[in-house]
């Protein structure tokens, strides 16, 4: 009998214990969702890893762990919570669901539209869910866009160019963008003539949330004006890192900038390695370049800018900021055409001498500084877009001959001399953007530039249309 009486007390004694633990964790659940409620989200999840440091397993302090850290804007920590549940509670649909807010929440489309999905198929009316998958189901839309553009400036050629696009999705994180077009050149004065320069491309981006990494390529075929068609493109990577986007990229492109380009193939490969960071506020980023031209020639160059916002209301935003710039080619590409002679009021003559770049613009060492104004006007349904850049640079200029001399006909240097010179560049441009209807924008801009050796005048146009 003392025996049965014996155990009997200990079976008691650990239900009692066993009552107590539990309303201990209850009452300290009902302590951390108040703390929660309350914003004091770092002692909420003091008290919620208090109690999973007592009881590992407890479903309930998970679960509110997992909403403390969403809430804190943890998302990477507020998931493997929720992972840790599922792991234990495959079929957990709170847990599931939590886990499909962090994606959500951090930019994982992908996972999130997966877990959403299991979350709809066993809770057919769960809002929430529904709304996430159709909010991410509408950044899928395809995308039919076209860029177009007409360019005349001093070297002298006009260039037209027209491109239509079409960009579709193959997961919520994976794009794809198709691209057709050409370019109508025209050098008539100089006696190059006309010509056209199709192209087609394809190109991918995509995005990989856990290692916060932006892959990206482009493949595409050009005919260059004399006939002959190359593969051109390339390859970006871009990690996202504390706000900021850090990218490496590899492009090979078209130069179709001087009228010479007409008869040649010009292109040029860069390498860049650049940051940038912009918010709502500010917008900054540095970028260096490494450039190498289809004719063994090399270049490098380095560029920074910050632009800030200093006013903002419903009718529009007002920003300034300053930008700087450094460029240099191996050889210069600045060749000789001719000279003339004029005679001076006091005596003597003043020679001027003709020169173009051929086949492709190359700085000798230009070096920049720019102050920036933008302005963004709201007009009704159109959005109006205003820039100007302008400031002071300085480079190598070649001197082909004397200023002045005594004869009509203008001597020449045996090579030509290199001589610092400074010059103010500057640049404005004005775009306006007028959705038509729900799904189709319309864009119109006019652009004009002009440095000491270059002057351009450039008309915008295109349009976007979901589907």
Known sequence: MNSIAGRTAIAVMFAMTLSASATQTDDDLRIAERLAWQKRFVDAERQYRQILTREPKSRAAALGLGQVLLWERRYGDAALVYRGILR???????????????????????????????????????????????????????LLTSDDESASDDQPMR???????????????????????????????????????????????????????????????FRFPDGETKALGGLTLAHEWRGSTISFDVDRHELLYTASSLRAHASETTTTLGWSRSNDATSSAVALHAVRYFDGNSGRA????????????????????????????????????????????????????????DPYWTPQNLIEVRGIVAATLNAGRATI???????????RDLL???????????????????????????????????????????TLGFERQKTVFYRSDTIHFGFTSRF
Do not use: C
């Open 159 to 221: 260039r037209t160019k027209a491109a239509v696009a079409y960009t579709f999705f193959s997961d919520p994180l994976t794009k794809w963008t198709a691209t057709t077009g050409t370019y109508l050149l025209s050098a008539r004065n100089l006696g190059f003539g006309s010509a056209s320069a199709p192209f087609a491309s394809i190109g991918g981006s995509t995005s990989l949330p856990a290692a916060q990494l932006r892959v990206s390529g482009l493949l595409r075929l």
């Open 302 to 357: 380095a560029d920074a800018y910050h632009l800030m916002r200093v006013a903002h209301s419903g009718r529009g935003s007002f920003s300034i900021g300053a930008a700087a710039a450094y460029r240099d080619s191996d050889e210069s590409r600045f060749h000789f055409i001719g000279a003339s002679a004029a005679p001076s009021p006091g005596g003597g003559f003043a020679y001027s001498y003709s020169a173009r770049y």
């Open 88 to 142: 234990e509670l495959p079929k957990d649909i709170d847990a599931r669901n939590g886990l499909a807010t962090a994606e959500y929440w951090s930019g994982d489309y992908r996972g999130a539209r997966r877990d959403y999905a299991a979350v709809l198929r066993a809770r057919p009316d769960d809002a929430a869910a529904r709304r996430a998958v159709a909010d991410i189901d509408a950044t899928m839309v395809p």
């Open 400 to 442: 082909f001959g004397p200023a002045a001399g005594t004869t009509a006909a203008v001597p020449l240097f045996a090579t030509p001399v290199e001589a610092s010179r400074t010059f103010h560049p500057w640049r404005a441009s004005a775009d306006v953007v007028l959705p038509l209807n729900g799904r189709f924008t319309a």
């Open 385 to 395: 877009h205003l820039h100007a850049d302008g400031g002071i640079a300085r480079d």
